[in-house]
C-alpha cells in the first residue's frame, strides 16, 4: 500500500532563518506532488506541484521555492523565512497523470505546523 | 465572489443527530467533487468523491450534488464524537481548476 511520510510534525523558526521541509511517498511510482498550505479559515492554498523528477511548477509566487529531487521525494524550502510564512504545510500524492491535477482525490500527509519567530 | 463558498461554523450538535454540511459554487465548469474529513493537527483525508448530480451513500455518509444550483452537501447520519473535525469539500473541471472550500468545524457533543 502507498504511504506518505511529512516531517517535521512541528517546526518554529526564527524570521530570516532557513527552511527544508520533506516529503517522501512510497508504494507507488510516478506520483503527481503537491505542496499546500493551510491557513485558519482560508482553506488550502496550492504552492507547487510536480510530475516528475525536477519538474515544479509554483502556483503562487511567493518566498518559498520546492524541489523533486527523486521520483518520490518532495523539498520545500526558502532562504529566508518571512512572518508570513507561518501557518500548516501539506504535502500530498496522487497517482501520475501527466498533469498536475489528479484523476481522483489526493492522499495527504500529516502536516507540518510552522511558525516563524 | 470565491469560487467555493463554505459556513466555517463551528457546527455542534448532539451524538446521534444528523449533519449537513454544504458547499456552494460558482464556477460551472466544476464536474467532480469531493469531501474530505480533516482531524486536529492532522492532514485532509478523502471521504466521498462524487461526478455526477444526484446522491451518492457510503455507510452513515451521504454526498449530494446539485449542479443548476451549484450546491454540494454532505449528510452525516447517527452523527458520533469520532465525527468531530473540519469537513473540507472540493471541486475540480476537466482540466487544471482543482479548489478546497475552507471548511467547516464540526463538533458532535456526547
Known amino acids: 500500500s502507498q504511504t506518505i511520510h511529512q516531517w517535521p510534525a512541528t517546526l518554529v523558526q526564527p524570521v530570516g532563518s532557513p527552511l527544508s521541509l520533506e516529503c517522501t511517498v512510497e508504494g507507488t511510482s510516478n506520483p503527481n506532488l503537491y505542496w499546500y498550505r493551510q491557513a485558519a479559515g482560508r482553506g488550502l492554498q496550492l504552492l507547487f506541484y510536480s510530475v516528475g523528477i525536477g519538474q515544479i511548477s509554483s502556483e503562487v509566487p511567493q518566498n518559498l521555492s520546492a524541489s523533486r529531487p527523486q521520483d518520490r521525494q518532495f523539498i520545500l524550502s526558502s532562504k529566508k523565512l518571512l512572518l508570513s510564512d507561518s501557518g500548516f504545510y501539506l504535502c500530498a500524492w496522487s497517482v501520475g497523470g501527466g498533469q498536475g491535477v489528479p484523476i481522483g482525490g489526493y492522499t495527504f500527509g500529516s502536516g507540518t505546523r510552522l511558525t516563524v519567530v | 465572489q470565491k469560487e467555493v463558498e463554505q459556513d466555517p461554523g463551528p457546527l455542534s450538535v448532539p451524538e446521534g443527530a444528523i449533519v449537513s454540511l454544504n458547499c456552494t459554487y460558482s464556477n460551472s465548469a466544476f464536474q467532480y467533487f469531493m469531501w474530505y474529513r480533516q482531524y486536529s493537527r492532522k492532514g485532509p483525508e478523502l471521504l466521498m468523491y462524487?461526478?455526477?448530480?444526484g446522491n451518492k451513500e457510503d455507510g452513515r455518509f451521504t454526498a449530494q450534488v446539485d449542479k443548476s444550483s451549484k450546491y454540494i452537501s454532505l449528510f452525516i447520519r447517527d452523527s458520533q464524537p469520532s465525527d468531530s473535525a473540519t469537513y473540507l469539500c472540493a471541486m475540480k473541471d476537466y482540466g487544471q481548476n482543482f479548489v478546497f472550500g475552507p471548511g467547516t468545524r464540526l463538533s458532535v457533543l456526547p
Open positions: 462524487t461526478y455526477s448530480s
